[in-house]
């Protein structure tokens, strides 16, 4: 054997230190029998052994490269540096003696601007489950090599918990060089253990304190290390660029782009590096980005509730914990406290952490809609819409965080009975008060911590405390320049105290800085205090002080500013600039508007946000409750409520024709965020008994409602401006505005397959236009009244109303109402059998729609001439028209036109014999169905998978299906054309003949009552 073979020269080193190879194997992290296999040049180490090797070697610097090159077998043994390769039994005079334990350099804990560097094992909790023995010689090895890599890069290790590090270096460099020279030496297995390691490098002041480390610098490298994964080093973007011109001349590093993280503030761009020997390629990181979740981002950080945090997430940690409540007064930081649990948890929960904002509900009944909308989920055909989200949600693990409820705490019920139904389901609310309820778990919000006036801290330590650190951070984001010194911390300490610690209230304090120090600030607080002093005694007093904190910032408002601010009062969810001045506009005063909302902005009494590229400007549900206090005393109320009323009506019916034309997509958008300006409105016509105003203003959304799907939410609206009592002489206008209403209610309950319904308001809505002698109105009503009759026996009256309303759309120049009344003229053409007369019918339809530039009509019209060319035996031009309707209804994003289609090409599919792509295409149908809610579509969605089943054999899951769809709506044959009448029948007959009858009958019956999902999940093996 070569005595200068690398396996020589580590021999003939570890005797110099004696050690045993078990003992060097043990140091190592590896084998004893690759130990021996290296001494004996059976085979070379890794790059990261031979790092590790040199370490426990106590290989000099200036030999550490070439002692790698050696290893790898890049030169030759004998080049390692002269040292004495011909003296086996000689110690380098650079090695420690054997009997020596290497000492490990002193470091001094590094002030100032610091580099941190954490780690942690990832996974470590499974390999001392599953390997408990070879993870305690692991660990060891693990701190050893972590300490020694942080000590020789000059790093100070500060803190060790269980497997992580957190070290201090003085500069950037430093600290990665650390990290790479670790990393490399723990890639290698480690007591025949492989364990990864994470680590995350990032730079900021941070305080010390007792040997420690406090500051938000720390909060964003654990936040950074949470992301990554194992054998992955991350750095912060102020990290990399200090490093980037100091980088090794190997190493590089990849741009991963911004990253939202979960303390929920400004993303962070975050920079992988990139090394020989380390692993290049992760999984996404673990950031919000890459989670189900609407977790809002925030523009501010998260102050000192370290401790709530951890208390909230150990308990819905617990399988128990099925709702909890964090209770406290307005204003405390409950929202802020509740979203940051949330985005700690939100990697825990299979399907999602969601945020549903409740600030702007009132009505307990809408609860549960919100809670649908937000998650996707629609009403079930004939059922309720809480048993359809109960039953969508039923096998998903969610975390729901319910913000605001206080007003709507009589649907705590509700929530307890979302609970039950799905079992994985948690909820996180936050409420003034606790539910109540069984099962609650409540967690109160306490103010943030103050230091005692009379014997302030150190200044140096006062910042330790988060009132005084809230109160810091906000006055330095309006005066950059702020600082806190001897003669003002006594000032800032008693604003904290007299405001009780609440994060509002010092907020809007900490605002006035610009203009006042904090001396002034106190002097003018201690004034405004003791004049607002005795506010309501049933409120609590940390209640009373926060409203006397936003009386103190609306008392500074100049009068035109304060005018502007209360009648602001009565948009909900914000308005846009055109809302502010129709509601900020009294005869009395005329402030400027666009002047007082960049004031009220600056004072941060209200945020302005954008949406679709428009500004809109909200108040906090809060603040807006005070103006509102504020307008009431005035005796303006109900004067501003009027014009909120007013312009929402004006925008309602502008909007409407525009749902027709090009510019839809525009003003559904801006529909959508109005619609809590708009449901208040409603709300504010039907108690004050504006009974015209409710009928035209939900006679105006009914097109909306109907394409985004809010059916029942629609219909509610409309049925209780229909029972409004109408005065003892109406006027033709109120008549007219309620004939309106009837008959697009009508159209409603139609989608819903409510036909019964649909033709008594279409009846009344009928005579009514008779009566006042209106011609379009009766186009329209003729229309509606139509619709209903088709699903009777009257096909022939149907026929003749449509032909009415079209002779009276076409002599009003109305060519929507015009190919509205072609294409279901042509509908009862196909059920008749006319199939060439439907086809032209339909075509003519289609050219009225192309000139409107009607986009959804046009869709509609091409998805009928499918069904013609289907019924006409030619499935392939049918599925090209199907499929040129599904492409606009996709533009569109129109759920039920997307069913449609997709129904119909699967249909097409399985008579073609593609019975995977049936299935795939059927089931996507039926699922949005469900959230739309339309049992006559649903029924033929479920006889289309029944054909598939029973052309593959399966007769009796084939009956279960039909059963189902007669369950959805049992004359649901009566609606549709002769063709799919015959298809389904011989379909049926294929499937009967299959069983015997009495089988086949029980298992029809059974399907009548299963689940859907169920009926769904029998057909997964064709998928």
């Known amino acids: 054997m070569n005595d200068a073979s690398f396996g020589a020269i580590v021999r003939r080193w570890r005797r110099a230190l004696d050690l045993t190879q078990d003992e060097l194997a043990d140091q190592v992290g590896c084998g004893v029998s690759t130990l021996r296999k290296i001494e004996g040049d059976e085979r070379r180490p890794s790059r990261q052994l031979a790092e590790r090797l040199a370490a426990c070697l106590r290989v ?117 060089r650390a990290a790479l020279t670790a990393q490399r030496q723990l890639h290698a297995p480690l007591a025949d253990l492989a364990i990864k390691v994470r680590m995350a490098l990032h730079t900021g002041d941070a305080e010390t304190r007792d040997d420690d480390y406090f500051g938000p610098p720390l909060n964003r490298v654990a936040r950074l290390l949470s992301a990554g994964h194992g054998d992955q080093i991350l750095l912060s973007h102020v990290t990399a660029e200090l490093v980037r011109d100091r980088l090794p001349f190997d190493v590089t590093l990849r741009d991963l782009g911004e990253h939202r993280l979960r303390d929920l503030s400004r993303p962070e761009r975050f920079h992988q590096v990139v090394a020989p020997g380390l692993r290049a390629d992760f999984p996404s990181l673990r950031t919000l980005d890459a989670l189900r979740t609407n977790l809002p981002a925030q523009l501010t950080s998260f102050v000192q509730r370290e401790q709530e945090v951890a208390t909230g997430c150990e308990l819905l940690r617990r399988p128990e914990v099925r709702l909890l409540t964090l209770t406290g007064p307005g204003g405390v930081g409950k929202t802020r406290l509740g979203l940051q649990i949330a985005a700690e948890l939100a990697d825990t929960r299979r399907d999602g952490v969601y945020l549903v904002e409740l600030a702007s509900v009132r009505d307990p009944a809408l609860v549960i809609p919100t809670i649908a909308d937000i998650l996707g989920v629609r009403e079930e055909p004939g059922h309720p819409l809480d048993e359809s989200l109960a039953n969508a949600l039923r096998t998903r693990q969610l975390l729901l965080v319910l913000d605001n409820f206080e007003q709507v705490i009589e649907a705590a019920p509700l929530i307890t009975s979302l609970l039950t139904a799905v079992p994985q389901l948690q909820v996180l609310i936050t409420s003034r008060e606790a539910l109540r309820v069984s099962g609650e778990h409540e967690l109160p919000v306490a103010p943030l911590a103050l230091p005692d006036p009379q014997h302030l801290p150190p200044l140096h330590a006062l910042s330790h405390y988060a009132a005084v650190e809230l109160f810091i951070q906000r006055a330095q984001a309006i005066q950059p320049g702020f600082t806190v010194t001897n003669d003002n911390a006594p000032a800032i300490a008693e604003i904290c105290h007299r405001l009780d610690g609440l994060p ?51 008392d500074l408002l100049t009068l035109a500013e304060q005018a502007l601010f209360r009648r602001l009062a009565v948009c909900v969810d914000g308005c846009t600039l055109e809302a502010a001045e129709a509601v900020g506009h009294l005869a009395d005063a005329n402030p400027d508007i666009l002047d007082g909302l960049s004031s009220l902005v600056d004072k941060s009494l209200l945020r302005q946000c954008e949406h679709y590229g428009e500004p809109r400007f909200v108040m906090l549900e809060i603040i807006r409750e005070y103006a509102k206090d504020q307008l009431v005393s005035t005796g303006e109320e109900e004067a501003v409520q009027r014009q909120h009323a007013v312009f929402f009506l004006a925008l309602a019916e502008t909007a409407a024709p525009q749902l027709v034309r090009p510019a839809q997509r525009g003003w559904l958008e801006r529909l ?89 308001l279409g009846e009344e809505s ?47 120049d109305e ?134 089943a029973g052309a593959k054999g399966q007769p009796l899951h084939a009956a279960r299906l039909f059963g189902a769809a007669e369950a959805q709506q049992a004359d649901w044959l009566t609606l549709v054309d002769p063709s799919d009448r015959t298809r389904f029948e011989q379909t049926v007959a294929a499937a009967r003949a299959q069983a015997d009858s009495a089988t086949f009958a029980e298992a029809w019956a059974e399907g009548r009552n299963m689940p859907i999902e169920e009926l769904i999940a029998g057909m997964s093996h064709y998928k």
């Open 60 to 176: 000099p610097p200036e030999a550490h490269d070439r002692f790698l090159a050696a290893a790898r077998g890049v030169v030759a043994a004998h080049r390692l540096d002269g040292i004495a390769v011909d003296a086996p039994t000689a110690t380098p005079a650079t090695l420690p003696t054997p009997t020596q334990s290497p000492p490990l350099p002193v470091i001094a804990p590094p002030t100032g601007t610091v580099t941190f560097l954490f780690t942690d094992i990832e996974g470590s909790t499974w390999l001392w489950e599953q390997h408990p023995d070879a993870m305690s010689v692991a660990l060891a090895a693990h701190d050893a090599l972590l300490h020694r890599a942080i000590a020789e890069h000059h790093g100070y290790t500060f803190k060790t918990v269980g497997d992580a590090f957190y070290a201090a270096f003085a500069t950037a460099p430093d600290a990665l």
């Open 504 to 554: 509002l209230a010092i907020e809007l304090a900490a605002m006035r800085v610009k203009l006042l120090s904090p001396q002034a600030l106190l002097a003018r607080l201690d004034h405004r205090l003791s004049l607002l002093t005795g506010g309501l005694r049933d409120l609590p007093a940390r209640q009373q002080t926060l409203r006397n904190a936003i009386a103190w910032s609306y």
């Open 672 to 760: 959508d965020a109005e619609q809590n300006n708009l449901r208040a409105a409603l709300e504010w016509a039907l108690k004050h008994g504006e009974g015209e105003v409710a009928l035209r203003l939900s006679g105006a959304l009914w097109w909306f409602w109907w394409i985004r799907k809010h059916l029942s939410e629609g219909r509610a609206w409309l049925e209780r401006a229909l029972d409004q009592p109408a005065p003892s002489e109406p006027t033709a206008e109120r008549t007219r505005a309620r004939a309106t209403a009837l008959y697009r209610a009508g159209f409603l309950a139609l989608f819903q397959g409510d036909m019964a319904r649909t033709t008594v």
């Open 766 to 812: 009928l005579a009514l236009f008779q009566t006042l002698g209106d011609q379009r109105g009766i186009a329209w009503a003729s229309y509606t009244l139509a619709s209903g009759l088709q699903a009777s026996p009257e096909d022939q009256r149907a026929m003749d109303l449509l032909s009415e309303s079209l002779r009276l759309a076409r002599a009003l």
């Open 815 to 948: 060519p929507l109402l015009a190919g509205w009344a072609l294409n279901d003229m042509a509908a009862v053409s196909m059920r008749q059998g006319g199939y060439r007369e439907a086809a032209q019918t339909f075509q003519e339809a289609l050219a009225l729609f192309e000139r409107l530039g009607d986009t959804r009509d046009l869709a509609v019209c091409l998805n009928n001439l499918g069904a013609v060319a289907e019924a006409l035996g030619d499935d392939r031009r049918a599925a090209d028209l199907y499929a040129q309707s599904l492409t606009r209804f996709q533009e569109l994003g129109d759920p039920g036109g997307l069913a449609t289609c997709l129904m119909n090409l699967g249909r097409c599919a399985q008579r073609q014999g593609d019975s995977e792509r049936a299935v795939s295409l059927l089931v996507e149908s039926i699922r949005l169905w469900q959230q739309i809610g339309a049992p006559l579509y649903m029924a033929q969605a479920l006889t289309g998978l029944g054909a598939v």
